[in-house]
């Protein structure tokens, strides 16, 4: 489970990180390696490439994007698996509110079961496009 300040930590790395979507660009392999760039056409990093018999060095990302990529590999899947594990408890909240029906107190069954409306509602309302 990610800590609120795992998230926190995420969120900064991608707030701080060039704006995307970023794009790569394999480069022509006779005097460009390839590079990042942002959809505007703006450089991110560049890997270098050569021209004639001279090499030349790329351009290295700023620091915020180097944190951005370095840490990619493991916030993708912490996030995707915190997403899971909530859709789960959700699924197990609903699941919990809908067999209220068999409880022996209907007003604690009826409150149950506003909430668990409610809930529905703001599915569908967060399911529809903006």
Same mark, same amino acid.
């Given at each position: 489970m990610? /800590?609120?300040e795992d998230l926190e930590a995420i969120r900064e790395r991608a707030e701080k990180a060039t704006l995307g979507p970023? *794009?790569?660009s394999d480069g022509d392999y006779i005097?460009?390696? &390839?590079?990042f760039r /942002?959809?505007? &056409?703006?450089p991110i990093?560049?890997? &270098?490439?050569?021209? &004639?018999?001279?090499t030349f060095t790329g351009? *290295?990302?700023e620091l915020v994007d180097i944190e951005?990529?370095?840490?990619?590999? *493991?916030?993708i899947p912490n996030l995707l698996a915190e997403i899971d594990r909530l859709n789960n408890r959700w699924d197990d909240l609903r699941g919990e509110i809908e067999e209220t029906h068999d409880c022996e107190d209907y007003t604690e069954a009826w409150a149950y079961r506003d909430v668990l409306s409610r809930m529905k509602t703001k599915e569908e309302s967060d399911a529809e496009p903006s």
């Open positions: 990610l /800590t609120r970023w *794009e790569w005097n460009n390696n &390839g590079d /942002t959809s505007a &056409g703006e990093c560049h890997f &270098g490439g050569h021209y &004639g018999y001279e351009m *290295e990302p951005f990529i370095a840490h990619s590999r *493991e916030d």
